[in-house]
């Protein structure tokens, strides 16, 4: 079964740090998905990543993917208020028809 | 706005009773996907449909079913409900339902069993 791991699950940063939050993943598989989900709201897609080294930018925030380490990466740079909001990983599994499987979130508070 | 609704957006009801979940999808998509969200379970994909075809099958209950019709929109039924099933439910849906897809959320509907 794959198995996806988050951390940190929570993260309080100061506006204008910089930060990453991780993203592993048990079994192989070349696609993952970043969300953003705000307070009481729906999952907002931020990112998909489907290959070996694929890096993506948007804003402040960068996502990266390594295959062999089974690893992803959601870089934060200079934190601003706005980016305050749970995110979360999700990888395709392969073994079970691409459905996706959540990391349990990375609850981010960027405070001023 | 993803452009996926969902009704109700609130549901309170007892244990034992049966509810339906109604998702519209995007307008030209074809996939549609459940996901359950709590507090114990985190994120948890449920079921996807294709035209009208399951696809794939995630940690769905035997107590709850879906279905997507010819209009492509698409039902939750969740039936002998218990107290564990409280949750926000959410269906996205995607053009053809594959890997390279983006999922788009709906709002999602809070179910409350009391």
């Known amino acids: 079964e794959l198995k996806v791991e988050q951390n940190p699950l929570f993260l309080s940063m100061q506006e204008g740090k910089n930060y990453t939050i991780y993203c592993n993943y048990s079994?192989?598989?070349?696609?993952l998905y970043w969300y953003r989900q705000d307070p009481g709201k729906s999952l907002e897609s931020l990112f998909v990543?489907?290959?070996?080294?694929a890096v993506k930018q948007e804003g402040r925030l960068m996502a990266s993917l390594d295959t062999k380490a089974r690893l992803s990466t959601l870089h934060i740079t200079a934190a601003v208020h706005d980016l305050s909001a749970t995110y979360f990983c999700?990888?395709?599994?392969?073994?079970?028809?691409?459905?996706?499987?959540f990391g349990k979130g990375t609850l981010l508070t960027v405070n001023p | 706005d993803s452009g996926v609704t969902q009704t109700p957006k609130h549901l309170i009801t007892a244990t034992g009773q049966r509810v339906t979940l109604r998702c519209s999808p995007r307008?030209?998509?074809?996939?549609v996907y459940w996901y359950q969200q709590s507090l114990d379970q985190g994120l948890q994909f449920l079921i996807q449909?294709?035209?009208?075809?399951?696809?794939a099958k995630g940690n769905i209950l035997e107590r709850f079913s879906a279905q997507q019709f010819p209009d492509l929109h698409s039902e939750l039924n969740l039936s002998s409900l218990e107290l564990g099933d409280s949750a926000l439910y959410f269906c996205?849906?995607?053009?053809?339902?594959?890997?390279?897809?983006?999922?788009?959320f709906g709002p999602g509907t809070r179910l409350t069993v009391l």
């Open positions: 449909y294709y035209n009208g075809e399951e696809r």
């Open positions: 990543l489907l290959s070996n080294g």
């Open positions: 996205a849906s995607s053009v053809v339902g594959g890997i390279t897809d983006t999922q788009y």
């Open positions: 999700a990888v395709a599994d392969f073994g079970s028809n691409y459905k996706l499987t």
């Open positions: 079994t192989t598989s070349d696609r």
């Open positions: 307008s030209g998509d074809l996939s």
